[in-house]
């Protein structure tokens, strides 16, 4: 870990690693004990059992690879790990977490097997099978649910006699309880509370009050800023009236515009009245009004948001800003910029 001082527990541009070790310094949610199967804590869809492949088909809601740690939520809001993601956890061959699955279900059972599901029970739950297996994007992903890593993981840090690996130890000690769940959901910008799961609807409103406020021959930055906001959407931030992100956007342009001349070389910005939707608190002051440009500086405008904006590290300062304020998970507005930085920069 480097010796930068950040504020918070996260920052932007960290690793895997570190925010593995960022997470243990949190408080954890308890998971709920004394269960009779593991259960998703996902309150969108209820508590349900992990089911074996054929009984459910539950399909996977995301995916993602974080420093070689393959991780992702199931459609019920389970969160998992694939079968490498686990065994780089554990420190042990991919072949080894295989194995556990294809002897999940022999009898007698391994001795191994069956110290991992006697460590299920202690914590309260119990899997008939080790993974799920779920056809995505056509091809078969083996899940292993949070709570089974976190059995597996602590089979290999203290119960497996001379193949206990320190790593698995280092892992567990700071993964146990909720928090691989939370690191997963975190890492992944996944809301389990669902409570963002109508996430355009505040910028289709804004859209709506104003796609057609500003004169003919002019644009205004709120419409010019919708592919940004939409990666910010798709990467799961509650785009409100916490997170508007087309201000910061404008107030940047509107100075490179006066500290440049631009009106002397494009013709002279006007106003247009723009407005909030009602449950903004910037709509007390509606209409307000908002600096809108000639449609000649528009090749100029897009210029300056890939290499200045964008580039030049504005996105990523109001990014940190609003992580450091609490109003963006770190994994959200990570997610956000390398959608934005993908496709706007050169390359993408």
């Known amino acids: 870990m480097n010796d930068r001082k950040r504020e918070g527990p996260f920052s932007l541009d960290m690793d895997f690693d570190e925010a593995v070790r960022r997470l243990a310094q949190t408080d954890p949610k308890e998971i709920t004990p004394n269960a009779s199967s593991i259960k998703s804590l996902a309150s969108k869809s209820g508590s349900k059992e992990i089911t074996p492949q054929g009984e459910l088909d539950l399909g996977i809601e995301i995916e993602r690879d974080i420093g070689g740690i393959g991780m992702g939520v199931l459609g019920d809001g389970t ?4 079968q490498r993601g686990l065994a780089v956890l554990c420190g042990v061959q991919n072949a080894h977490i295989g194995t ?12 191994r097997i069956t110290a991992i599901k006697a460590i299920l029970e202690k914590a309260g739950f119990y899997a008939r099978k080790a993974h799920i297996e779920i056809m995505h994007k056509g091809v078969v992903h083996y899940c292993y649910p949070a709570e089974v890593c976190l059995a597996v993981l602590e089979y290999y840090a203290f119960d497996a006699g001379q193949n206990v690996q320190e790593q698995a130890r280092d892992n567990f ?36 009050l104003n796609y ?38 404008g107030q940047h342009w509107s100075k490179f515009w006066d500290a440049n001349r631009l ?28 600096w809108c440009y000639p449609l000649a500086a528009l090749g100029e405008y897009r210029e300056w948001l890939q290499s200045e904006y964008i580039e030049g590290g504005k996105f990523r300062h109001y990014l940190d800003g609003k992580v450091k304020k609490g109003d963006l998970p770190p994994s959200m507005a990570q997610l956000a910029l390398d959608a934005i930085e993908q496709k706007l920069l050169p390359g993408g």
């Not at 969160?79 to 694939?82: A, E, K, V």
Request: proline content about 8%; cysteine-free.
């Open 173 to 208: 000690r700071l993964l146990a309880g909720s928090k691989l769940r939370e690191l997963i959901y975190s890492q992944l910008g996944y809301d389990p509370t669902g409570k963002f799961q109508d996430k355009f609807r505040k910028w289709h409103e804004r859209i709506e």
């Open 212 to 249: 057609q406020s500003a004169p003919r021959g002019f644009f205004n930055v709120f419409n010019e800023a919708h592919t940004i906001i939409y990666e910010m959407l798709q990467a799961g931030a509650d785009i409100g009236e916490k997170t508007v992100v087309d201000i910061s956007i």
């Open 263 to 290: 009106a002397e070389k494009y013709g002279a910005r006007t106003k247009y009245p723009h407005r909030y939707p009602a449950d903004h608190p910037q709509a007390q002051s509606n209409p307000q009004e908002s």
């Open 79 to 82: 969160p998992y790990l694939n």
């Open 100 to 111: 556990i699955s294809s002897q999940w279900n022999e009898a007698p059972p391994k001795p």
